[in-house]
T-cell receptor
Framework: GDSVTQMEGPVTLSEEAFLTINCTYT??????LFWYVQYPGEGLQLLLKATKADDKGSNKGFEATYRKETTSFHLEKGSVQVSDSAVYFC???????????FGAGTILRVKS | DADVTQTPRNRITKTGKRIMLECSQT?????MYWYRQDPGLGLRLIYYSFDVKDINKGEISDGYSVSRQAQAKFSLSLESAIPNQTALYFC???????????FGSGTRLTVV
């Protein structure tokens, strides 16, 4: 079945460091891909999405590009802030409004 | 008020007890979901409903049941709680034809 694999955390960075969180997927075909963020004590929020190959999603300084050749959707940010500390989930979905398949999540800790 | 409200926020119950987790939404979305979050496992789908008369099992439905009382209400029941059902439970909604998912703030359930 479909699955999403994320790099294990926690990832600990100093403020203003460059962030990469790796995400790869296994699926037949080309699903839509998402990054969700969960701040402490809260539910998940959509961070960005890409609905077809080579699309780049971006939001709040975060970016991810849908790479069908490597079945990847890595999350990047050029300069992280303490406020970016959260759990980040990569996910896929097959159609509008349909159920999401999540990766295990990656904890990000940013130190000042 | 939150778009997706889950009650209770926290609950401790004893093994063998029946417990119900409730979810209500003001988004007007037709689709509703129950997910379970465990450390290192991400979010796993328990049940989902695409409209009031449509209920579907997710990947980990054993030991759970659901009721879609109205378009805005979707309840999750544990008929006889067991300790390995200790987890963080999230309700989510989405609308057919869009990619937007809205999550509740979660219910932290502990079974002792």
């Amino acid at each position: 079945g479909d699955s999403v694999t994320q790099m294990e955390g926690p990832v600990t960075l100093s403020e203003e460091a460059f962030l990469t969180i790796n995400c790869t997927y296994t699926a037949t075909g080309y699903p839509s891909l998402f990054w969700y963020v969960q701040y402490p004590g809260e539910g998940l929020q959509l961070l960005l999405k890409a609905t077809k190959a080579d699309d780049k999603g971006s939001n709040k300084g975060f970016e991810a590009t849908y790479r069908k050749e490597t079945t990847s959707f890595h999350l990047e940010k050029g300069s992280v802030q303490v406020s970016d500390s959260a759990v980040y989930f990569c996910a896929l979905s097959w159609e509008y409004g349909n159920k999401l398949v999540f990766g295990a999540g990656t904890i990000l800790r940013v130190k000042s | 008020d939150a778009d997706v409200t889950q009650t209770p926020r926290n609950r401790i119950t004893k093994t063998g007890k029946r417990i119900m987790l409730e979810c209500s939404q003001t988004k007007g979305h037709d689709r509703m979901y129950w997910y379970r979050q465990d450390p290192g496992l991400g979010l796993r789908l328990i049940y989902y409903s695409f409209d009031v008369k449509d209920i579907n099992k997710g990947e980990i439905s054993d030991g759970y049941s659901v009721s879609r009382q109205a378009q805005a209400k979707f309840s999750l029941s544990l008929e006889s709680a067991i300790p390995n059902q200790t987890a963080l439970y999230f309700c989510a909604t989405s609308e057919t034809g869009t990619y937007g998912y809205t999550f509740g703030s979660g219910t932290r359930l502990t079974v002792v």
